[in-house]
């Protein structure tokens, strides 16, 4: 799914597109496109060898949860606002390597061949997107770490009265 970047209009190109998951051709063991991702956005020339895309970017995703590791599906949406450069200006000085990165720098991503990958553009942003700990639901109770049944869907009777030994010593201070 690429944008030629040599046939933009000097007003810019309107970007409506709803794709299908199996459009989308990448690899992703963390996560799987659950529903179509739709891209509604308006690409301009920025200036001689930038071009910038704004607008939103909406799908959901099929995702594990970190404490039941049961799979749910969660909501994306996304505000693009990328400015996109020439890969020839993707490098770095030796004055770089101790700079920080501003909020502007993570809104740079680069083209190649006069020509805009959007594909690779919706892989990074739902990927950006992912929470850091994503979570079924909030109270979700997770795996009992000692039989390992999911305490959402039934109880277990396992007894979690185990006591770290460097605290053995303690245990007899409560109640005296």
Not at 57 to 76: K, P, Q, Y
Not at 112 to 123: G, R, V
Not at 153 to 172: A, F, I, M, Q, Y
Request: glycine share 4%; charged share 25%.
């Amino acid at each position: 799914m690429l944008v030629d970047l040599q046939t933009l209009p000097p007003e810019g190109q309107a970007i409506d597109r709803t794709l299908d998951a199996s459009a989308l051709s990448f690899d992703a063991s963390e996560f799987r496109i659950a529903k179509p991702v739709s891209l509604h956005g308006h690409l301009t020339k920025a200036d001689d060898d930038a071009y910038r895309l704004e607008g939103e970017l909406a799908s959901a995703i099929e995702i594990s949860c970190v404490r039941c590791l049961e799979s749910f599906e969660s909501d994306v949406r996304e505000t693009l606002n990328l400015l996109y450069l020439p890969q020839s200006r993707n490098v770095s000085s030796s004055e770089d390597d101790d700079a920080s990165l501003s909020d502007d720098d993570l809104a740079v991503s680069f083209y190649t061949d006069d020509e805009i990958d959007l594909a690779h553009m919706i892989w990074e942003q739902i990927t950006l997107a992912l929470p850091m700990k994503p979570i079924c639901k909030s109270d979700c109770q997770g795996l009992c770490p000692s039989c390992g049944v999911n305490r959402n869907e039934t109880t277990c009777s396992c007894v979690h009265d185990s006591v770290d030994p460097r605290w053995e010593s303690l245990k007899g201070l409560i109640g005296s």
